[in-house]
């Protein structure tokens, strides 16, 4: 089974197509549910610390609710201190992984995508006007006698939210059984440093699902910080409300 890669650079491209001018606008309402998605993540958080300020405290005073929201306070910064540092470490093993890359691969331009950069944008051009655009990362392509698979390559933690990381890494697993009889029957370094390249994609892909994850378990403790501080001060007057 033979197998290569090719290198496509990354690049602002002007697409005034219907699909892309769809994008863009759908982008708008992506993250609109966003926002509604980190609000009900909220509420859920705030009456998931009702009902245990409920079940722990049978005088709502503020002498009783203090001591309490100070143990869940203190425990969700100690957990969000951890995954900080492990977060940070996926990040540090992130740009370790991709300067690795850029340094094997000579063809691999060090393009980098400027962070304000939108993966969908539009700009006025008259009344009614827009000219719209798409963000493209560099893109490696894994070819096999049978099979071929393209994945961008991310350079920012901005390609973390705005790209299918995890579809990407599906993709990548599934392709990943091809190249197993291979990596056996490796017998130049140069087909030892094709194998390698696909490996070190996926660490990279990998590296940014554990820094999501971390990020997301990071919110929801700060959830859980902010709701337990509030009723600290406020479950009395909410007891009494309700």
Known sequence: MKYHYSIEDGK??????KRNRLLVQSAFLFHVSKLLLLVLSFAATV?????????CITDATLSSCIPLGSIFATFGSAVISVISLYCNRQLHSFQENL????????NLSSWKR?????RYSREKTGTWKYNYYILRNPQITFNSDDLSLTVPLPTCTADFYDLPIFAYVVRMLCFRKHLSRLATQCQTIEEEKEVFT?????MIYRN????KTGTLLMLIG????????LFSFCYTAISEML
């Open 12 to 17: 602002l491209l002007l697409n005034n197509g």
């Open 47 to 55: 009456y998931l610390t009702y009902l245990i300020f409920r079940e």
């Open 99 to 106: 300067s690795a890359l850029h340094e094997q691969i000579p």
């Open 114 to 118: 400027w962070p304000f950069l939108r």
């Open 198 to 202: 696909f490996y070190c994609t996926l």
């Open 208 to 211: 940014i699902i554990r820094y």
């Open 222 to 229: 700060s959830e859980f910080v902010l709701s337990s501080i």
